[in-house]
């Protein structure tokens, strides 16, 4: 793993072994539920204790590179204020995504007076990681090599887990809606299912006295939740 990044400083021709490495991925679906995700490799090998997940408050729909721009921007506030969970400088950042991308990137770290490289993954017409880009350059690492190998590690990561962030949202979304269809069930009480019970599965096994049992919840309006679900 450290020949990777060694490979990885003489192809791209970096001025710092890149020990720390951040990744970024925006993803959504028709412009709902936009998150990305920030996943984070040190001396090649993946750190997940690291990872962060971030939901797209501000960006317009469909504008990934807003996106790209507000999540950057909100990551190194934070490093910034030194914040315990972003303190941590990267040595390089890389981001799915040809140009745009990179130029969202480098647009936020100018803004802050920050110096960090930044380069894209891309992929080929079968969404397989073709090579790593600059915004003016394409590097043809060699295919096989820990450095081709890493970086296909890096992008599947920040791929998956941005995709199941997503996912996350969405399934939550559509458990709140189809919670609203129960008698008694209001937001008030979707948040707090939620909360206690984590995932629509757990509400789904869960008995009358459980859901009775949860602070907010009358003997009533679990009953109903019980029956929509087993009946």
Not at 18 to 47: H, Q, W
Not at 122 to 142: C, G, L
Not at 151 to 156: E, G, N
């Amino acid at each position: 793993n450290k020949e990777a990044i060694e490979q990885l400083k003489d192809i791209l021709g970096l001025d710092v072994l890149p020990e720390r490495i951040e990744a970024y991925d925006i993803s959504n679906t028709n412009g709902k539920e936009t998150v990305a995700s920030m996943v984070v490799f040190v001396n090649g090998l993946s750190c997940k204790s690291e990872y962060r997940k971030f939901k797209v408050k501000y960006a317009g729909k469909s504008d990934d590179y807003g996106a790209m721009r507000e999540v950057l921007y909100r990551r190194f506030e934070r490093m910034l204020k030194d914040d315990g969970k972003f303190n941590k400088k990267p040595d390089l950042i890389l981001v799915d995504g040809g140009k745009g991308q990179i130029n969202s990137a480098y647009e936020v770290l100018a803004s802050m007076n920050l110096k960090i490289p930044v380069y894209g993954i891309v992929k080929d017409d079968k969404h397989k990681t073709r090579d790593v880009i600059s915004y003016n350059n394409e590097y043809n690492i060699p295919i096989g090599s820990k450095c081709f190998m890493l970086a296909v590690k890096i992008q599947d990561e920040m791929h998956r887990v941005a995709i199941t962030y997503h996912k996350t949202l969405r399934d939550n979304k559509n458990i709140r809606s189809s919670l609203l269809d129960i008698s008694g069930v209001g937001k008030n009480t979707c948040k707090i299912l939620l909360k206690e019970f984590k995932t629509v599965d757990r509400i789904k096994r869960a008995s009358v006295d459980e859901l009775a049992g949860v602070k907010g919840i009358n003997k009533p309006t679990a009953q109903n939740i019980y029956n929509y679900f087993n009946n």
